[in-house]
């Protein structure tokens, strides 16, 4: 499995980033996929998680209606839409393949990176005040 997230960059508060995540094929039929981003001094946690098992899409509390996670299987990819960023959701973003059945997406930050099966390289999103 291979995953190239892409997409992050220096914006300021309010603004909009949209990381894309583009996965080797058959990927998104054999994983469910996530976003994940660790902030500088702490661990790494959930963003939002695709269940493709069953369609559903999961966020993380902190999130709070201002992402929006997407997939489209015909090009193996995913994507995530943020709106109304602020300087807390500075750090590295990364998608990751994820069970696809089971507990780690519906659970999306509140376990951590526990359960990931791949990681993709991380993509730098900066917000500044």
């Known amino acids: 499995v291979q995953l190239q997230a892409s997409g992050g960059g220096l914006v300021q508060a309010g603004d909009s980033l949209r990381l894309s995540c583009e996965a080797s094929s058959d990927t998104l039929t054999t994983y469910g996929m996530g976003w994940f981003r660790q902030a500088p001094g702490k661990e790494r946690e959930g963003v939002a998680c695709?269940?493709?098992?069953?369609?559903?899409?999961y966020y993380a509390d902190f999130v709070n209606g201002r992402f929006t996670m997407s997939g489209d299987y015909a090009k193996s990819t995913v994507t995530l839409q943020m709106n109304s960023l602020s300087p807390k959701d500075t750090g590295v973003y990364y998608c990751?393949?994820?069970?696809?059945?089971?507990?780690?997406?519906?659970?999306?930050?509140?376990?951590?990176?526990?359960?990931?099966?791949?990681w993709g390289k991380g993509t730098q999103v900066t917000v500044s005040s």
């Open positions: 990751a393949a994820v069970p696809k059945y089971g507990s780690v997406c519906p659970t999306v930050g509140i376990d951590g990176d526990a359960g990931v099966r791949y």
């Open positions: 695709f269940s493709t098992s069953d369609g559903s899409i």
